[in-house]
């Protein structure tokens, strides 16, 4: 019996020494912060980490500005202070074991080695503070631009009463998009390289409020200031075709065919598209052959020159009957449009517009199918 005790009380001190042997293999690190004044500084977060093997410590210095963690096995660890008014400062330490390890940090004495230290910081403060601000003002004016956008895309199948309260809420909307983009640009001052994102959202929320002059001349002051993006002279062409300047917008295609020869398509459709939606068909006649020609795949600009050219038929006395002259190229360009797309949306009228055309063509008095109401989009 005694000897099974001898037996157990040799077990427990062992179980002892072990314990107090890792306890003096393990090391300790503390400290004092203080602050600018060179006052203690309480609440500052202390962050001991071990890069190599991933232990972390999070602790706060108390109101003396005092921080302290036991049980830090032997290594190198970063000690990170993180504060609310600078920078987050980091020192690499090596701890031994069974040691104190002290890491001071005064930011009255950084300061003091760094004068311009406290400037610099205040200038990332207020970076950081006009960032958040532009952001906010940015992210309200896209928010509302992208719920107009909703309204539109809905308004082709509401009934006319409806699509009047639509349009309400479109331009309020187009109005809350105006007003937090143009405080985004305030925000963001002329030498911003976010500017001219900004200014083409802005020349965007203008278009969708049919404030055309004012979306030309922001999609210009984008275009000034990002001069190899061909999108905002197409934006800038596309509103002054809006506005009935023809001859700007079409100066504008020219400029783009320098920068980008696969967008020059798109701003020549896009002047012929306005100018088609107004019913100008023998002016959009130009600006669709041109985008043809620049982009002859495009099916949708064949079949706009088609009904364009259609329309523009003169009619003259033969053998004292009045017969329709038909334009060269506008049974080619129906016949593009099927050829592109044989199962288009706008394929049974062109096949129609084909037959009316063989039908003038041999002297039979009759009419050709017009156009419908339905607009089409610029891109």
């Not at 700007?248 to 459709?269: L, P, Y």
């Not at 364009?308 to 049974?331: D, H, R, Y």
């Amino acid at each position: 019996m005694r000897h099974w005790k001898l037996a157990l009380t040799a077990a427990v001190l062992a179980g002892t020494m072990a314990v107090a042997a890792a306890a003096q293999s393990m090391g300790r690190i503390n400290g004092t912060v203080k602050d600018e004044n060179g006052n203690p500084w309480p609440g500052v977060t202390v962050v001991i980490q071990s890069p190599d093997t991933g232990a972390k410590f999070t602790l706060k210095t108390d109101s003396k500005g005092k921080y302290m963690q036991m049980g830090i096995m032997p290594g190198v660890y970063t000690i990170t202070f993180e504060t609310t008014k600078f920078p987050a400062q980091v020192y690499k330490v090596r701890v031994e074991g069974g040691s104190e390890l002290t890491q001071d940090i005064n930011f009255k004495e950084l300061l003091a080695k760094n004068p311009g230290y406290l400037e610099a910081m205040k200038k990332e403060a207020a970076a950081k503070k006009q960032f958040a601000q532009l952001k906010q003002y940015f992210e309200t004016g896209r928010k509302a631009m992208d719920q107009v956008h909703t309204l539109q895309s809905q308004m082709a199948t509401q009934p006319a009463a409806q699509q009047t309260q639509t349009q309400q809420q479109i331009q309020q909307l187009s109005q809350t998009a105006i007003t937090s983009l143009t405080q985004a640009v305030q925000v963001a001052g002329p030498t911003n390289s976010n500017l001219p994102v900004i200014l083409g959202n802005l020349a965007l929320a203008y278009q969708d409020a049919g404030q055309h002059d004012k979306a030309a001349d922001t999609f210009v002051k984008a275009s000034q200031l990002e001069p190899t993006n061909p999108n905002y002279l197409l934006g800038a062409a596309t509103n002054l075709a809006y506005g009935g300047k023809i001859q700007e917008a079409s100066a504008d295609c020219e400029k783009i065919a320098a920068v980008s020869a696969t967008t020059v398509g798109t701003c020549w459709r896009n002047i012929g598209v306005v100018l088609y939606n107004t019913n100008q068909l023998q002016a959009a006649v130009t600006p669709l052959q041109k985008a043809t020609q620049v982009n002859p795949n495009d099916a949708d600009a064949w079949f706009l020159l088609g009904n364009a050219l259609m329309n523009t038929m003169q009619s003259k006395m033969v053998n004292g009957k009045l017969t329709a002259v038909v334009v060269p190229g506008t049974v080619e360009a129906f016949q593009k449009y099927l050829e592109l797309a044989p199962n288009g949306p706008e394929a049974d009228q062109a096949r129609q517009s084909l037959m009316a055309l063989q039908q003038l063509g041999a002297g039979v008095d009759t009419k050709f199918i017009a156009p419908g109401d339905k607009k089409k989009k610029h891109r």
